[in-house]
């Protein structure tokens, strides 16, 4: 048995995203070299909400006043989320997914994204049991799996090594599965590469998860923001048996309605009854007035979807750019979603330093890859869903730094 | 090792407040007696925020408004809560318990009350602990002490043989921690039973705390709310060691904010600590906009606080009358917060039927006792943060039905 002392060890968030002020005081050890670089600050370790990059999606505040007018049937939805609101984003996810939702059975609204999954995980998980999860991978899922009591069996995510698919390493997947492994945890698109998995992929997972009976989480949190030439493939329509996926998503990224801490998790009936039943000691619900921007979720003008995501790709396009001059860098062009995650060439200081440095010297904040994988001691995660123009300054501040820190 | 399903066989929330409707197809066994009453529906299962019964607190909308102008600053927040208000509910909070609180080590923001209870236990306990919980106690504790592994050890409130104190069992607390109990979690005022600790008890709480060297996690969700005459002692001033006691508040009951989902919990710097790790895997932070609405919090129009309370009382007062009038019925006088708990005279009927009978014949809603102890079988819980004049009609359908019903 785990101590409890032990077990929060184990869950720090002194290098996650959005604490970096906790760190105003970390020292720098007396190594950085030369001086302060001018320009515009960057915080790469969320998506920038203001005007000046990309604001809610319209109609979103106005949805939430009108949910705080109708008072007490908005502040105390089931916990599951007010039922006409999962009606109506249960008629859109099945558009979306391809695969019929029911909103009374297999539908929860969550307090962010965030809540979806740990809802997810703690409905299928117990201590004791193994899990399957993606190296890299987003942040939270070993933390998670550790909370629970439970064990992580890696499986490798060989991103820089492909372009035509994600580079899930399937030997390795069917391998988690025959020591026992029952619950396999990714998210599509990659958080923290950007990398989508192939309708081969997808359609593997399927399969091997039919064969061993095996329960899928498909974190497809950025699943609307998908890059033109590339395909997205929804697990949930890719014919695994619908007691054997829970989908997660949310409108905190592509829609910028992270303020309202908002997701939803969707699938299987038995997982979802257990996900309200976790939810009503967690948080009770997702917030009640704020479900009312729920309403207007897939539901935006004509156009903006298509906008944004042009946007998007063409900061991509440019950072991407920008970053591939760098000699011994190496960075894979994401296909959907708003993070970059270059491959650093070697440095003379520890990769927390440089980021460190990153912080003090060129007032851009990016986070450690070690975050989502003990592997990835090289690399750094880029939220590039910021203005354009400062991301762009910003991303050269930051190859000024490698070269200024470049290993001799 | 209990498995996933066993251990959500034990969350049930078929009859927990505000699921009702997920009962609207639940059978009465044929055994309604008599037509339906008419009059206004009222839903005790918990407060009125509509316009004719209670509604937010001043100026809350306004905040909310202006923290989603702020932008990202607002919606990105340390998972703890955005510094600039912690400062500001900190130094209330300091006021307020008579215990100085550190805005940057010492408090948490959190996504409901419900959300700081689930930190505060999950950064306390481990899988394998024994949690002593009072009997009867707020429905979600023991559910908490399940889904975390570990085992409840209840202790006795006498609440029905006393007036001059909550009727706590100290030899069966002491009792508890002789046995090797390390965590203690009682709310007071108490829920379902609106009373409230004295001073001694609450001293003899510490005393024994120290002595045997457990945390006291104190869930004071209703301390704002206590009627003339009581007097409420916060037991994070009450001698007993910083580090042993976390208290857990938020606006979502008095100042009718449940909808912007907001809880509160400070103490023990070590706790807080872990809390923030927690969270940032099950809900990331408090929603981001909603926590500029703490900004209003204990900054009420003077006598705003006094004229609430005052309403509150008037109904209590009421409703006690009505009450009192049933033969062989017995309730406490409330002496804070919004909650009746009477104890039913024997019914021809089991509680859920009866249960089920007030919302179908009466248009009543009410939660069975048994959410609160397995031993008040015979109670109902009503939370009389209500319409006034329709809470003390409703109540005389309640009174109606218990004669319809009332054992031969």
């Keep these: 048995m785990t101590s409890i002392e032990a077990k929060f060890a184990q869950l720090g968030t002194d290098h996650a995203p959005g ?5 105003a005081d970390r020292g720098t050890g007396g190594q950085l070299r030369g001086e302060p670089l001018a320009g515009t600050p960057v915080d790469f370790s969320h998506g920038d909400v203001n005007d000046s990059a990309f604001p809610p999606a319209p109609g979103a505040l106005d949805a939430f006043v009108a ?3 109708r008072g007490g049937s908005q502040a105390y939805t089931e916990y599951r989320g007010a039922a006409v609101l999962r009606e109506k984003v249960a008629k859109h996810l099945s558009a979306f997914t391809g695969r019929p939702i029911a909103a009374d059975r297999e539908l929860i609204f969550t307090p962010g994204t965030q809540g979806a999954l740990f809802l997810a995980l703690g409905a299928t998980v117990n201590a ?3 899990i399957a999860i993606i190296r890299p991978d987003y942040f939270a899922n070993r933390k998670l799996v550790t909370f629970l009591g439970a064990e992580v069996v890696p499986v490798r995510l060989d991103y820089l090594g492909h372009t035509d698919r994600a580079g899930l390493d399937l030997t390795e997947l069917e391998a988690a599965f025959t020591s026992g492994v029952k619950t396999f945890l990714f998210s599509n698109p990659n958080n923290p590469t950007g990398v989508v998995y192939s309708p081969d992929e997808v359609a593997a997972i399927a399969k ?3 064969q ?4 899928v989480i498909a974190d497809q949190l950025y699943s609307r923001l998908v890059y033109s030439g590339q395909e997205f493939t929804h697990l949930a329509a890719a014919g695994i048996a619908p007691e ?3 989908t997660i998503m949310g409108p905190s990224k592509t829609e910028s309605l992270s303020g309202y801490r908002l997701g939803v998790a969707f699938g299987a009936a038995h997982l979802i009854e257990r996900a309200e039943k976790l939810q009503a000691i967690v948080s009770l619900r997702a917030p009640g007035y704020s479900q009312a921007v729920l309403g207007t979720w897939f539901e935006e003008p004509k156009g903006w979807l298509a906008d944004r995501t042009k ?3 063409a900061i991509r396009d440019d950072l991407v750019k920008v970053f591939r001059k760098v000699q011994g860098l190496t960075v894979r062009t994401p296909e ?6 270059p491959k650093l060439p070697a440095l003379a200081i520890p990769l927390h330093d440089f980021v460190t440095a990153l912080r003090v010297q060129a007032r851009v904040i990016v986070t450690p890859g070690t975050e989502f994988s003990p592997d990835t001691t090289d690399s750094i995660r880029l939220n590039f869903s910021q203005n354009h123009g400062a991301a762009v300054q910003a991303v050269e501040r930051i190859t000024q730094l490698i070269e200024r820190y470049r290993k001799a």
């Design 67 to 69: 949910g705080e007018r």
């Design 212 to 215: 061993y009976g095996v329960t």
């Design 311 to 313: 946007q998007h790709e």
């Design 244 to 246: 054997r996926v829970l």
């Design 336 to 341: 959907a979603g708003s993070y970059l995650f």
């Design 128 to 130: 004791g049991d193994r």
């Design 19 to 23: 604490q970096e002020v906790r760190q």
């Design 208 to 210: 091997l998860a039919e």
